[in-house]
C-alpha cells in the first residue's frame, strides 16, 4: 500500500485546523433536526397521487372534472350497541346532533365539509338511504373532509380533533360500557400509521439501539470509542430529518420512509464508525501519530464506507424510477439518510478525535487501566502542529514504488529481523528494499488464529466445489422466487390491533368492508344520447346487471339502480318538472339521487359501487379486473365513455407500474453497482463476480420469504412478523431490494478492500485472502449482527410491512455475514488467482507463506527472472526465512538469511 494521495492528506490536515467548527457546525444542523424531526413525521402520509397516464388517474380525473365533491376524504364514524338493542333511540339522535354542531362549527384550517346520518337522511326523506345506514345494533356517520388540503399536519390534527369531539361527546351521550364507538377511513388510518412509526422509532432507540452498540462495544474493546457512533447517530438521523423536512414541503412522504431512515442511519453510521473506528485503533497500535493514524485510516477504511456509501445512496436514489411516492419517497429518505451518516462519519469522526486526541487515543492504549502507560507505544495525540511532514510516518513511503510495498516508521529488529542498516545494505547489492516491513510475519500472529482464518484455508482447498454447493443450495429458492403473489392488501400499511383497523374489521363485519371505500362508475353518453331519457337509463341498468354478474355481489347507489331495484327516467321525470315537486315526500328519493348523480351540465352520471369485501384484499382486486374488462366492453358497444374511478383501482395501477419497471431497476441497480465498483477497484472481473453473488443473496432472501410469508413455514413459532398470509406485500421487495445489495456490496468491498491492500504490500493472492479473512472477519461479522439487531428489531414490529421489510434485511445480511463474504468470496476468487484484477496488473508477490510450497517458489524466481526485485521466501519452522533474488542461477549461498 502506497502513502496516502495528497487530497486525503490535505483533507485531514483541514478537518484537524477545523475541528471545532466542524463539531458547531454539525451541532447547529442537529438542533435544527430536532425541531423539525416531529414535524416530518405529521407530514407522513399512507395514500399518494394517481400516476398519470394510468387508466385509474384518467378515470379519477374525469371524475373530479364532472363531480368535484368526489375527492373528499370521509371519516366513518361507527356505533354499536353492546346491550344487543337497536341502535336508534333518544340518546343516540341527542348525540348525532351534538356531534354534527360541534364538528361543522370547528374554527380550524380543515373544516367537515358534511355531516351524514341516520337522522340527517330521515330528515332529508331520504328513507331508503337511511335505513342502509343502520343493522340491529349499529350504525354509522360520515363525516366528510376537503381532500385538496396540501398541509398534511392539519389534517392529522383534525383527525385528532375528530376522535377527541366524538369520544368526549359519546361520554355525554351513553352510560359507559353501554356502546362501541369507532373511528375509520383514510385519515383515522393515517393517525394509527404515524402513531404506528413513533412507535417503531422508540423500540429503536430504546432495544434495537443499545443492543447494536453492545456488539459493537465488544469488538472496539474500548468504552471512550463508543462515544463516537452515537454522536454520529444521533447527529445523522437529526440531519437526514432536516434535509427530508426540506423534501415534504413541496412533496408528499410516504408513512414507511421515517422509518427505513431511522433504521438505515443506526446501521449504516454503526457499520461505518465500526470500519473507521477499527482501522484507527490498528494504525494507533503500530505507533502512529493522531494524524498519521487519521489518514491512513481515511486512505483506507475512509475509501472503502465511500464506495459502499455513494453505491448504496445510488441505489435507493434510483427508486426515483418509480413514478409514485410510495417507492420515491422512501428511497429519497434512506438515500439521504445514507448520504448524511456518510458525511459525518467522515467529518465528524476525524473532528472529535483530533479534538479530544488524549481521551480517545488512552482509550485505544489504555483499555485496561492496570496497564502500565510507559509499557506502550505511546507517540503523542495532539493534532499540533499540522504540518503532516514533522510526523516521520509520512516521510517512510517510498515514492518510487507505492503500489508494490507496505513501508512503515522503522521498528526495532526483533526475532533476527535486519536492522534499517541491514536492509539498506541488503538493497544496494540488489536484495532488498529499504524500510520493508515482512507483512505475513507481522500479521500472521494475529489472523492465524481466528476462526476465519481456519475456515478460509478449508475453503480454499475445494473452491469450485464450494460454489457449487452454494449455488445449488440457493437454485430452489431461486424458483419460488419467481413464484412470488404480491398483494396491495391494506392492512400491510396499518398496525396491528390500531383503534381504526378495529373498527374498519367492525364495520366489515356488520355494513361490509367496501363500504368505506366504494367504486364509482362514471357513464358519459354520446352527445346524442340525453342523460335523462328512458334510453340511457335502460343501457345503464344492462351495464349494471352485466357488472354483477361478472364480478359478484355488490350494493349499486344511483338514479338508474338503487340498492336492486331498477328505476326509469319515465318515473323519476315528474317529480323534477318543477323546484316544488322535491318537497313532496315521494319525490325526495329522486330529486335527490338526480342532484348527487348527475353532473351539473346533465351530460355524465356517477353509480356508486360497494363491494362487499375489501377492496384491496385479493378478492376486491379480482373484481376491479373483471369489472374493467365488463366496463371496456360495453364502452366499445355502445360507444359510451365508462370510467371505474376511486376504490382501490389506483392502488392496483400503481402496484402494477411498480412491478412493470422492476426489472428495469433491478438491470440498473445491477449496472450502477458493477460500474462503480469497476471504477473503485480498477478491475472488470471483480463486478461480475460481485453481481453473481449478490444475485445468490436476493434469490436466496426472496425465496425465503415466499416460505415464510405465502406458505407459512414459520406459522409453528406463533410470531406475529412471521406468520403466513398467503401472499406478501407488494411493496417490500422493492423497497427491500436496493438495501439487500446495498448491504451484500457493502461488506464485499470492505474485505476487498483488504484483500487488495495486503496483495499490493507483497502477500501472494492466495495469502491475501486467508489474511483479509482473518482481519476482517470479527469486524464484518460485528457489523452483520449489528445490522440483524437494527433491522431485525422491526420484526415486532405492528406493521405488517414493516415485518416482512425486516424479514428480508435481517436474512439478507445474515447470509451475506456467514456465507457470501465468508466462504463463497474467497472460494470464486481462489481459481481467478491474478485475474481477478484484470486488466490491473499486481506486482509479484514479495512475501511467500510456507502453506504456497516450494513449487511456487520455483514458479516466482521463472517469473521475475533477470529481474532485481527481491523476494522474502518465508520457510516453514525451523528452516529459517531468506531473500531471494530475481536471478535464475541464484542459489541458497546467494539468499540472506534473517
Known amino acids: 500500500m502506497g502513502k496516502p494521495s495528497p487530497w486525503v ?147 392529522v390534527t383534525f383527525g385528532r380533533q375528530v376522535y377527541d369531539i366524538t369520544t368526549d361527546t359519546a361520554s355525554e351521550c351513553f352510560k359507559q360500557g353501554s356502546i362501541y364507538v369507532g373511528l375509520t377511513g383514510e385519515i383515522m388510518f393515517s393517525l394509527d ?19 447494536a ?127 448524511a451518516t456518510l458525511v459525518v462519519n467522515l467529518t465528524l469522526t476525524p473532528a472529535l478525535l483530533f479534538a479530544f486526541g488524549d481521551f480517545f487515543v488512552n482509550g485505544i492504549l489504555l483499555p485496561n487501566c492496570c496497564k502500565r502507560r510507559s509499557a506502550l507505544p505511546f507517540v503523542g495525540t495532539t493534532p499540533e502542529p499540522l504540518t503532516l511532514e514533522e510526523f516521520p510516518e509520512f516521510d517512510d513511503f517510498d515514492d518510487g514504488d507505492d503500489d508494490e510495498a507496505l513501508l512503515v516508521p522503522s521498528a526495532s529488529p526483533q526475532d533476527g529481523a535486519p536492522s534499517t542498516t541491514d536492509v539498506a545494505t541488503d538493497t544496494a547489492a540488489g536484495k532488498g528494499t529499504a524500510n520493508q516491513v515482512n507483512v505475513y510475519e507481522r500479521d500472521y500472529p494475529s489472523v492465524k488464529d481466528s476462526w476465519f482464518y481456519k475456515l478460509g484455508v478449508v475453503v480454499l482447498k475445494r473452491p469450485i466445489l464450494v460454489t457449487v454447493l452454494i449455488s445449488a443450495f440457493v437454485v430452489p429458492f431461486g424458483v419460488y ?17 390500531s383503534k381504526a383497523t378495529l373498527a374498519f374489521d367492525t364495520m366489515a363485519k356488520t355494513f361490509g368492508a367496501g363500504f368505506t371505500a366504494p367504486y364509482s362508475v362514471l357513464i358519459v353518453p354520446p352527445k346524442t344520447v340525453e342523460v335523462k331519457s328512458d334510453a340511457f337509463f335502460s343501457t345503464t341498468a344492462e351495464i349494471l346487471a352485466d357488472l354483477e354478474l361478472s364480478g359478484g355481489p355488490i350494493n349499486v347507489v344511483s338514479p338508474v339502480r338503487f340498492y336492486g331495484e331498477n328505476q326509469t327516467w319515465s318515473d323519476m321525470a315528474p317529480c323534477l318538472q318543477e323546484v316544488s315537486q322535491c318537497l313532496l315526500p315521494s319525490c325526495k328519493m329522486a330529486c335527490a339521487l338526480v342532484s348527487q348523480y348527475v353532473s351539473f351540465d346533465d351530460t355524465a352520471m356517477r353509480i356508486d359501487v360497494q363491494l362487499l369485501d375489501d377492496t384491496t384484499s385479493t378478492e376486491g382486486v379480482v373484481w376491479l379486473r373483471s369489472a374493467r374488462i365488463t366496463l371496456n366492453r360495453w364502452q366499445d358497444k355502445t360507444g359510451y365513455h365508462i370510467y371505474l374511478a376511486q376504490g382501490a383501482a389506483s392502488m392496483v395501477d400503481v402496484s402494477d407500474a411498480i412491478y412493470d419497471l422492476f426489472p428495469v431497476a433491478i438491470a440498473a441497480v445491477f449496472s450502477s453497482v458493477f460500474v462503480l465498483i469497476a471504477i473503485g477497484f480498477r478491475s472488470l472481473v471483480i463486478p461480475f463476480r460481485l453481481v453473481y453473488s449478490l444475485s445468490l443473496t436476493v434469490c ?38 436496493s438495501i439487500v445489495v446495498g448491504l451484500g456490496l457493502d461488506y464485499d468491498v470492505f474485505l476487498l478492500s483488504r484483500v487488495r491492500e495486503y496483495r499490493l504490500a507483497g502477500l501472494s493472492d492466495y495469502n491475501s485472502l486467508l489474511f483479509a479473512l482473518g482481519k476482517t472477519g470479527s469486524i464484518i461479522t460485528a457489523a452483520g449482527c449489528i445490522m440483524a439487531i437494527a433491522f431485525g428489531g422491526l420484526i415486532f414490529s405492528n406493521e405488517q410491512g414493516l415485518n416482512e421489510v425486516s424479514f428480508y434485511l435481517t436474512l439478507a445480511v445474515l447470509f451475506d455475514t456467514f456465507v457470501i463474504r465468508t466462504i463463497l468470496v474467497p472460494a470464486t476468487m481462489k481459481p481467478m488467482g491474478r485475474f481477478n484484477w484484470w486488466p490491473t496488473r499486481m506486482p509479484e508477490p514479495k512475501w511467500l507463506g510456507p502453506d504456497e510450497g516450494a513449487s511456487q517458489v520455483q514458479r516466482g524466481r521463472s517469473r521475475v527472472a533477470g529481474s532485481s526485485r527481491p523476494r522474502l521466501v518465508l520457510r516453514p519452522p525451523g528452516v529459517g526465512n531468506s531473500w531471494e533474488s530475481g536471478d535464475d542461477d541464484s542459489d541458497d549461498d546467494d539468499m540472506l538469511q534473517l
Open 700 to 737: 436466496f432472501v426472496y425465496g425465503a420469504a415466499v416460505f415464510v410469508y405465502q406458505y407459512g413455514a414459520l406459522d409453528w413459532l406463533s410470531i406475529a412478523g412471521l406468520k403466513g398470509h398467503g401472499n406478501v406485500f407488494f411493496l417490500s421487495p422493492i423497497l427491500s431490494f
Open 193 to 211: 400509521i404515524l402513531d404506528g412509526v413513533e412507535h417503531d422509532l422508540l423500540f429503536m432507540d430504546g432495544i434495537a439501539f443499545p443492543v
Open 481 to 497: 422466487f419467481f413464484k412470488m403473489d404480491h398483494s396491495i392488501d391494506f392492512v400491510y400499511l396499518t398496525p396491528r390491533g
Open 9 to 155: 492528506v490535505s483533507y485531514v490536515q483541514g478537518v484537524a485546523r477545523t475541528r471545532w467548527l466542524v463539531i458547531a457546525f454539525w451541532a447547529v444542523l442537529a438542533g435544527f433536526g430536532l425541531w423539525l424531526a416531529p414535524v416530518l413525521l405529521a407530514n407522513c402520509t399512507f395514500a399518494g397521487p394517481d400516476i398519470p397516464g394510468t387508466t385509474s388517474a384518467k378515470a379519477n380525473d374525469k371524475l373530479m372534472q364532472y363531480f368535484p365533491e368526489t375527492e373528499d376524504l370521509p371519516v366513518v364514524i361507527l356505533l354499536n350497541r353492546t346491550n344487543g338493542k337497536s341502535p336508534l333511540g333518544p340518546d343516540m339522535e341527542k348525540f348525532t346532533h351534538l356531534l354534527s354542531s360541534r364538528l361543522l362549527g370547528l374554527d380550524t384550517s380543515v373544516k367537515a365539509t358534511s355531516v351524514t346520518s341516520y337522522y340527517s337522511l330521515k330528515l332529508m326523506g331520504l328513507d331508503v338511504i337511511a335505513n342502509h345506514t343502520i343493522t340491529e345494533t349499529a350504525t354509522i356517520i360520515v363525516v366528510t373532509v376537503d381532500k385538496g388540503i396540501s398541509d398534511q399536519t392539519k389534517v
Open 213 to 339: 452498540l453492545a456488539v459493537l462495544a465488544s469488538v472496539l474493546h474500548s468504552p471512550r470509542l463508543l462515544i463516537i457512533p452515537v454522536v454520529n447517530i444521533i447527529v445523522g438521523s437529526l440531519v437526514s430529518c432536516l434535509i427530508m423536512y426540506g423534501v415534504s414541503t413541496f412533496t408528499m412522504v410516504f408513512s414507511f420512509a421515517p422509518s427505513m431512515m431511522a433504521s438505515a442511519c443506526i446501521a449504516m453510521s454503526i457499520d461505518y464508525s465500526l470500519f473507521l473506528l477499527t482501522r484507527f485503533g490498528e494504525e494507533i497500535q503500530r505507533g502512529r501519530s493522531l494524524v498519521g493514524s487519521a489518514a491512513h485510516t481515511m486512505a483506507t477504511a475512509g475509501h472503502t464506507i465511500v464506495v459502499t456509501g455513494l453505491t448504496l445512496a445510488a441505489c435507493f436514489f434510483g427508486l426515483l424510477m418509480f413514478p409514485t411516492i410510495i417507492m420515491s419517497s422512501p428511497g429519497v429518505g434512506t438515500g439521504i439518510a445514507i448520504l
